[in-house]
Each structure stands twice: as structure tokens, then as C-alpha cells.
């Protein structure tokens, strides 16, 4: 895993302040005033604080916004950074105004005193501060570090925040791994390494999943010398109550098969497994918060290959439901995959409700772009609180529609149903292929995160590349619903 971050408390200490190297950040609320903290600071940098929050600039900078002001007079920070923000700010001006705090390689300390959700601002910083250098041979991962002064110490919920800042982390160093890195193989073993923080984890090989007829997910994965592999992660922290499941789809390179893809932007398929991903970071946020709620996790781990064991347009393969579906397009290769594994964690958990995660359909960035992920569902109720964990998180979800109207255009001339239509509906036909592997008393969401796995351009909380989507939002849902 990238090297993590290190953050610690500190109580209020305005002596200390002069002594502290690197980066110091101070806060200064929307209508100028300036606490015990920035007062010093201010002080310190001779009225530098002072003149700039009377400037048009201050009142033009947004909420969590900041200024840096380079080797201040009578301290021995390297830089002092002002934020403007309320002192009762909510948790995403919070998070946002910790990201500012971030991207300096060395110390950070940053002057809380009496601002509200202190842990959200610790959150933001370790969010931002992600990177993933591990393939440059001229780049080095620094330990993003930083100690937050602040006046209650005890009351600041700081380890749950930073384990879900590291769930975080792990879905993104995921995702962000190339294929020839991230085998099925490798995926499954740092998986199995979970087990150290208390997670039960089974990896089930090709010969157990033949046993279990699983023909839909060892299709996929045929045409690769990288074995398909099923991983189970159970987080037991609430007695013998049924667990929620996650599953997600894992197809660590996917090339569309012999429906092969275009040759530009395939190198971007790497992330194809970005469902697995968020799936095996909640687990981990679990594990390291010590959630009192029973959790299961189930990943398909494959590799989409042509070659001339490869499953081909036309094929009809037998699901472990029973259900025959006709290939007719093998780019069409994640719901293969899920309908086995949604299937078989029913079977074996009885959940008492599922939600799947998958980078499954284009269709799904045309309708909504980067900016949300698609939700389907057979549950108001269960839908509607994702929703909600979701927006509470700031990570963008809409509800998408579906009805058995979008049926008949599954019927297949040789089977139970064929896996891909065509373009018309894309997001809502591979949402309704799904659903008949679906048991009608599971409440279930399916999460198609096609359009914010992985992003081009830096956004709030991370760099380009892997976002961990949806690490935040599921934990949020499991600690506001499911936990004991």
C-alpha cells in the first residue's frame, strides 16, 4: 500500500506555534475574525494575516479556500497558509479546507483551536494528500504529515476519520495499479492480508467455482493465463445477525475480449476493477474502526482476454441461478460476472440487503458524466438511505429508473437472455440483466461508478487517477443504519 499518512493532536499551545516548521495553516472565519491561533500568527507575521483578510482578495476567496504567504517574519514555518472558514463549518467546508492544508512535502501543522469537526479537517488533509509514485523510478511516496492543534484533544473522533481515509487509500492504490502489477493473483493476496485486522477472508479458485457452477464468471476469465478467483470477506463485528453485502466487479484488465475494445483509451481499462476496489476499502475501513455490524464483501476477480480459449459472440453459458445467457458481446463481461457472484453471496448469506459496485456500462458517463454514479434499485428504502449517506459524503449519486418494460429487449433467439442489447438504454439494460439474478425479498442497489472510478484532472479531495468513490458514502450508510 502507498506510505500512509501520520496525523497527531495537539492541544492548544500558542508558545509552540513560533517553533513549528514546514507549513502552518490558520483559520479565519467568513467575516474577518481572527482567533486566539491566528491572532498569534498574525503577530507573529507582522500584521501580514491582518491585511490581507481586509483585502478584496479575502472576500472573494471562497469557503475552504486559502492564501499562502512564504517565510513569515518572526516564525520558523517556511509558510504560513490563511483558510477561510466558519468556526462551525459543516463537514464537507471542513474536509475541503483540510484539503488546502495539503500538497507541501514535510511537516503540516494545522491551528484548529475551537473550530468544529476537527477530524473532518484531519479527513480532507489525508484525502488530498494521496499520491501514487510508486512506478517512477525519480518518484518517492512521502508520509503526508501533520499535527493539528487543537483545544478539546479528547473529544476529537480522530481515528474512525482516518480509517476511513485509509479505506480510502486502498481502494485508490487499487485502482490505480496497472494490470501486469495488479494480476487476479496479486488482488487476491493483498485481499488475504486483511486478515491481520480481523477480516475473514476465502479466496476461491477456478476448480471451486466449476463446483459451483459459477459458468458466467469462469467465462470471462478463460481466454487469460491469469486464474478467476472469487474472494469472500466477512467483517463479523455484531454477533450472528445477517451481514449487508457488498459485491463488486474485479476484472483487472478488461479488452473487451473478442468484441475487442478501440486501441485508444484502452491502457484506462486497468481500472475496470474499480468496483472490487471500493468494495475491499469499506471492508477495511470496517475492520479498522471496529464496526459493530456483520459485513460481507464479495469480489470477481478476472482478466477479459482474447485468445483462442476466449468465450465468443454467440456462446451460451449456464448461470449458477440456472439462467442461460446468450454472449453476443463479450465487451458485455461484467454483469456476466456479478450475476454469479450476486447469486451465489443471496444463496449463501441471506443478506439483508445488497448493494453491487461496477465500472459497468459507457452509457453511464454519457447519461451523467464524471460528476455522479448511476443507482438502480428494487428498494425505495434502501435506495433513498444510499442516497442520502451519499450526499451526506459529497460523493454525487442519482437514481436512474428501471422497468420490466426494458425486458424484452434481453430475449434471446437461443436462451433465457442475452447479455448486452445494444446502445439504446445501456446503463438501464445491464441494470435490468442484473436484477434477475437478484432474489425479489433482496433490497438492492446497483452502483454503476463507470464515470467516477477514475477522473482526468485533480478534484477536491485527491489527485487524477483513482478517486475511491463510494468508500465514504457505504461506510457512512453501514454506521448510520446497520450498526448495532
Known amino acids: 500500500m502507498t506510505q500512509p499518512f501520520e496525523i497527531t493532536l495537539q492541544e492548544t499551545n500558542l508558545d509552540a506555534i513560533d517553533a513549528m516548521e514546514g507549513r502552518v495553516c490558520v483559520f479565519v472565519t467568513p467575516d474577518g475574525k481572527l482567533d486566539q491561533l491566528a491572532r498569534r500568527v498574525n503577530k507573529k507575521s507582522r500584521g501580514a494575516i491582518a491585511r490581507f483578510v481586509e483585502s478584496p482578495a479575502f472576500a472573494d476567496m471562497k469557503i475552504g479556500g486559502g492564501k499562502a504567504f512564504a517565510f513569515p517574519a518572526d ?4 509558510e504560513v497558509v490563511l483558510i477561510k472558514l466558519p468556526k462551525r463549518p459543516t463537514p464537507l467546508e471542513a474536509r475541503k479546507a483540510g484539503a488546502t492544508c495539503s500538497g507541501y512535502k514535510g511537516a503540516v501543522a494545522i491551528l484548529v483551536g475551537a473550530i468544529r469537526h476537527p477530524e473532518d479537517i484531519a479527513l480532507g488533509y489525508a484525502l488530498k494528500s494521496y499520491q501514487f509514485v ?26 474512525e476519520a482516518l480509517a476511513v481515509a485509509d479505506g480510502v487509500w486502498f481502494t485508490r492504490d487499487l485502482v490505480n495499479e496497472p494490470s501486469n502489477v495488479l494480476t ?19 479466496v476461491l479458485e477456478e476448480a471451486e467455482l466449476e463446483k459451483l457452477g459459477m459458468r458466467t464468471l469462469l467465462a470471462v476469465g478463460q481466454g487469460s493465463v491469469s486464474p478467476s478467483k472469487v474472494v469472500v470477506m466477512q467483517w463479523n463485528g455484531a454477533g450472528k445477525e445477517a451481514p449487508f453485502a457488498l459485491v463488486g466487479k474485479g476484472v483487472v484488465f478488461d479488452t473487451g475480449g473478442i468484441s475487442i475494445k478501440p486501441s485508444a483509451g484502452m491502457e484506462d481499462m486497468t481500472m475496470d476493477m474499480g468496483g472490487a476496489g471500493v468494495v475491499s476499502g469499506v471492508i477495511r475501513t470496517l475492520a479498522l474502526r471496529k464496526a459493530k455490524s456483520n459485513v460481507v464483501g464479495v469480489v470477481g476477480l478476472v482478466e477479459n482476454m482474447p485468445d483462442g480459449n476466449a468465450m465468443r459472440p454467440g456462446d451460451v453459458i449456464t448461470s449458477m441461478k440456472g439462467v442461460t445467457v446468450e454472449v453476443n458481446n463479450t465487451d458485455a463481461e461484467g454483469r456476466l460476472v456479478l450475476a454469479d457472484i450476486l447469486w451465489y453471496t443471496q444463496d449463501r448469506f441471506a443478506p439483508k ?16 458524466g464524471h460528476e455522479m454514479a448511476g443507482a438502480f434499485s428494487n428498494n425505495d428504502d434502501l435506495c433513498n438511505a444510499f442516497l442520502k449517506a451519499a450526499n451526506t459524503e459529497g460523493e454525487g449519486a442519482w437514481r436512474m429508473p428501471m422497468s420490466d418494460d426494458y425486458d424484452a429487449l434481453l430475449k434471446s433467439r437461443v436462451a433465457d437472455i442475452r447479455n448486452s442489447p445494444g446502445r439504446p438504454a445501456g446503463s438501464i439494460t445491464a441494470a435490468q440483466f442484473l436484477k434477475r439474478f437478484v432474489k425479489e425479498e433482496t433490497p438492492w442497489v446497483h452502483l454503476d461508478i463507470a464515470g467516477v472510478a477514475l477522473l482526468a484532472k485533480d478534484f477536491d479531495l485527491g489527485p487524477k487517477g483513482a478517486t475511491g468513490w463510494g468508500v465514504r458514502a457505504l461506510d457512512r450508510l453501514i454506521r448510520d443504519r446497520y450498526e448495532a
Open 134 to 159: 510508486k512506478h517512477k523510478s525519480d518518484g518517492k511516496s512521502e508520509t503526508a504529515t501533520a499535527v493539528l492543534m487543537v483545544d478539546a484533544v479528547a473529544d476529537v473522533a480522530l481515528e
Open 353 to 368: 440487503g445488497m448493494i453491487n459496485l461496477a465500472t459497468l456500462t459507457g452509457a453511464m458517463i454519457v447519461a451523467l
Open 75 to 78: 516564525l520558523k514555518a517556511e
Open 184 to 202: 487476479t493473483t496479486e488482488f487476491a493476496n493483498r485481499l488475504k492480508d486483511m486478515e491481520r485486522l480481523g477480516v475473514k477472508v476465502e
